[in-house]
């Protein structure tokens, strides 16, 4: 059984900030390294960051300085901060274990939440 929750998005003016948390179900969380990703419309999903089960990050060069992920292992939970936010940031954001979690032999991935950038 598998089950990631994404949450906190919503309509945001460029420059503002959000916070998302991903309530990931599951007993090995604190050993698991967990990323954020994103996708617009048009566009692939691509990587955002990563946190690992020693909370080492990393980042995608285009939210570097900006992004800031998390994890609170006692709740399952992942967040990305997301200040300075810009336009192209725009997209449907989802969280995931690394190597992605499985499900009936394809990627899982939650419903994902939408983060929307604009004046």
């Known amino acids: 059984q598998v089950q990631l929750v994404e949450s906190g998005g919503g309509l945001v003016q460029p420059g503002g900030s959000l916070r998302l948390s991903c309530a990931a179900s599951?007993?090995?969380?604190?050993?698991?390294?967990m990323a954020w990703y994103r996708q617009a419309p048009g566009k692939q999903r691509e990587l955002v960051a990563l946190?690992?089960?020693?909370?080492?990050?990393n980042y995608a060069d285009s939210v570097k300085g900006r992004f800031t992920i998390s994890r609170d292992n006692n709740e399952n939970t992942v967040y990305l901060q997301m200040n300075s936010l810009k336009p192209e940031d725009t997209a449907a954001y989802y969280c995931?274990?690394?190597?992605?979690?499985?499900?009936?032999?394809?990627?899982?991935w939650g419903k994902g939440t939408l983060v929307t950038v604009s004046s």
């Open positions: 946190i690992t089960s020693v909370r080492s990050a």
């Open positions: 599951g007993t090995m969380f604190s050993a698991k390294t």
């Open positions: 995931n274990a690394v190597p992605r979690l499985q499900m009936g032999g394809m990627d899982y």
